[in-house]
């Protein structure tokens, strides 16, 4: 019997055109629709809750397929991550309702952008973070953070898809310091094309004091997509968690 | 007028077969030599602390070059950066004595080991540790790391260059936990070859409980290679640092 299955993906967003399928580009989804093909013979399309872009990374994807498998989820988990490339793992996998879908049933999202704050560059953060040079006043970007939380018109900070609204329900945004990295947390229910990015891109230059908190507010009460500042690069994005309701 | 220089050197060794120089094969040493060529337009021999092998990392490797330049030590590394590939960055760089060998100069090396405990592989911690699926016990591991502490023959845990005693003075060796990562620390005045990878992946052995503290010990005072457990994998292990007696 065909079931619809629920699984929580993490991936190392480097070497892929983002998650969704694009032709014969290398993207999440088809590395996923490919490795269902090899463990259980059977073409499926994955759903997924986020469109991620080129080079954005994932601790919490949640994606979900129909797929007639007898041996249960643990054993589907583990001829998953058997067959996918080192760079993307199912952290979890379960049964779910029969009409479950990922994007649509998603209640709040959970992105994270990382900012290593040093003068000289690490090897070691080169794919996982945005350097910034300049010190960072984390007041400043913690004065501008506040101002996102609640429902706004966001189209300051990003284009909606065809015909939606711009307005978006931000219920956590900060700032805060781990070592050389500065960090931004943000849960919002759903998110406009870019919108973190351009968010992240523009708090910096509030954080660097190039603009004041002011300047940035009247940029989002403007909600004109031109007074926002550069879009922050994507390897600093991560989709850390996708939350829905009750047990789907 | 030529002048001593001493730098302190960070690297992902993902891609390199050591710091070494090995004929036309990529190594740390080779991109730092050439990287001076094209910024001074000197050949140099670079000489460095430690020679870590394929795949090992560096947060704080210690190298030492010769060069003619009116620039000055910031104007150096800042050329140096530029030209470096981003998996190799320059974190200091000073004159130094003219007889500074980063090698023979050399007080205490402090490696560190990196081991994600966690049955499921994440993408974000694939090329920087070694992945142990079992838990280990933090406890059954410090009481080996304790053994080490002292000048001891660690004959069991490599092999010496020709000719050299295999005695080694360990005064810091302990394990920490953070979140998934057991990591290693230990501070000698030199290490055999593979030392640190040879006593951690026999250490994991004791961590599962596979041997005894005893038997780790028993191993350890037989000064037999063949009694050592496996040598865990490089991309695990870091150089962290090289430290000096005084001012050098």
New interface residues.
């Given amino acids: 019997v065909l079931k619809r299955y629920r699984a929580v993906v ?3 967003g480097t070497r892929y055109l983002g998650f969704q399928r694009q032709n014969e580009q290398p993207t999440v989804q088809s590395e996923l629709e490919q490795a269902i093909q090899r463990c259980a013979g059977q073409q499926v399309t994955i759903l997924g809750a986020g469109r991620t872009d080129s080079g954005v ?1 994932a ?1 919490g994807q949640v994606v979900a397929f129909d797929l007639e498998w007898s041996q249960g989820p643990t054993a589907l ?1 583990r001829a998953f ?1 058997a067959i996918l490339p ?6 979890d996998l379960s049964e779910a309702r029969a009409d479950f879908h990922p994007r649509y049933d998603a209640r709040w999202r959970t992105y994270e952008y990382r900012i290593f704050n040093a003068p ?5 953060h ?1 794919q ?1 973070s945005w350097q910034v040079r300049r010190p960072l006043d984390l007041a400043l970007l913690s004065q501008a953070a506040g101002l996102l939380i609640g429902a706004q018109d966001f189209a300051t900070f990003g284009r909606p898809t065809a015909g939606e609204s711009t307005v978006r329900e931000v219920r956590r945004a900060e700032w805060r310091v781990e070592k050389d990295l500065v960090l931004f947390g943000i849960e919002a229910n759903a998110f406009l094309y870019r919108m973190v990015r351009s968010l992240v891109g523009t708090m910096k230059i509030v954080g660097e004091g190039h603009w004041s908190v002011e300047a940035f507010q009247a940029a989002l009460q403007a909600r004109e997509r031109r007074r926002a500042g550069p879009t922050a690069p994507p390897q600093g994005l991560y989709l850390v968690a996708v939350t829905y309701d009750d047990n789907v």
Wanted: glycine fraction near 0%; aromatic fraction near 16%; charged fraction near 20%.
């Fill in positions: 993490a991936y190392d990374h601790l988990q991550n080192p760079d993307i793992a199912v952290n000289v560059r690490s090897p070691f080169r996982w």
